[in-house]
Each structure stands twice: as C-alpha cells, then as structure tokens.
C-alpha cells in the first residue's frame, strides 16, 4: 500500500470514528437547539429558571427512556454494527423533524413556563424512540444486521 493510499484510508478510519460516536448526538442536539429557538419564539428570551426547566425536561426523557429499555438498569443492551448505525442515522432526518414538531405543539399549547420542561420532554422522548425505530429498521434490511439471537 502506498503512503498516499495509506493516509488517505487513515483519514477514512477517522471519519468513521468520528461518525459512528456522534451521529446520534449531533442530531438530538440539532433538535433541540431548534427547539430552544422554538420557544424562544413563543415566550420571548428565556430567563435562567427557564433553562435550567428546559434540561431538566430534556434530561428526564433520557432518564425514562433508559430505565425502561433496560429494566431499571440491569439488562447490558446489544449493540448494532457500524454499517446498521451509519444507515439509522442517515434517516435520523424523520426522528429529528418528529421530535421538533412534538415539542413545537408543546410549546404552541403550553403556557410559558409550562412549556420550557415539557417541549424538550416530548421533543426527547419522541426523537428517541424514532430514532429506535429507524436503528430498528436499519438492522432489519441491512444485511449487517444479521439475526435476533
């Protein structure tokens, strides 16, 4: 292998590293960045109480979701290959969109403060099970994702 080809599949490793560790995040965090505007939208600057309400609505939706996949933390999850996880998050544009528009109904229904935890309750809880189901869609047709056991 040539010294070119060697970095250029070096830089191709990297790439991929930096993917596969990120992909997920940087969509939910795409989301609820829009989110934020959102609201800010609707309710004018937030003040710190607000932020810190926006966490701890964004934060519990984690909390829940992992507790139940996991039966209140004693069950390891499988993991998917990298092949299935780069597919999943190719179409993350469906949960990203669900979980934005979620919380924007949230937002546009609630009353101010009410808004600021349960928008990035719902926009969370509904972009983490939509990203479940495209990974789960993902595994299913690619054949990487091989069979149930």
Request: aromatic share 12%.
């Amino acid at each position: 292998m040539s010294r070119e080809a060697g970095i250029h599949e070096h830089y191709r490793r990297g790439l991929g590293t930096a993917l596969r560790h990120n992909q997920v995040a940087y969509a939910y965090s795409a989301t609820t960045t829009a989110l934020f505007g959102v609201i800010s939208d609707e309710s004018g600057v937030p003040n710190v109480g607000q932020c810190f309400l926006f966490i701890v609505g964004a934060g519990v939706a984690f909390a829940v979701v992992n507790a139940t996949i996991t039966e209140w933390f004693s069950e390891r999850l499988p993991r998917e290959p990298s092949e299935v996880v780069a597919l999943g998050t190719a179409i993350s544009v469906f949960s990203m969109a669900a979980g934005l528009g979620l919380g924007t109904l949230v937002s546009w229904f609630a009353g101010p403060w009410i808004g600021w935890p349960l928008a990035p309750l719902a926009t969370s809880i509904g972009f983490l099970l939509l990203a479940g189901l495209e990974m789960g869609f993902a595994g299913y047709t690619h054949d990487a994702g091989g069979t149930l056991d």
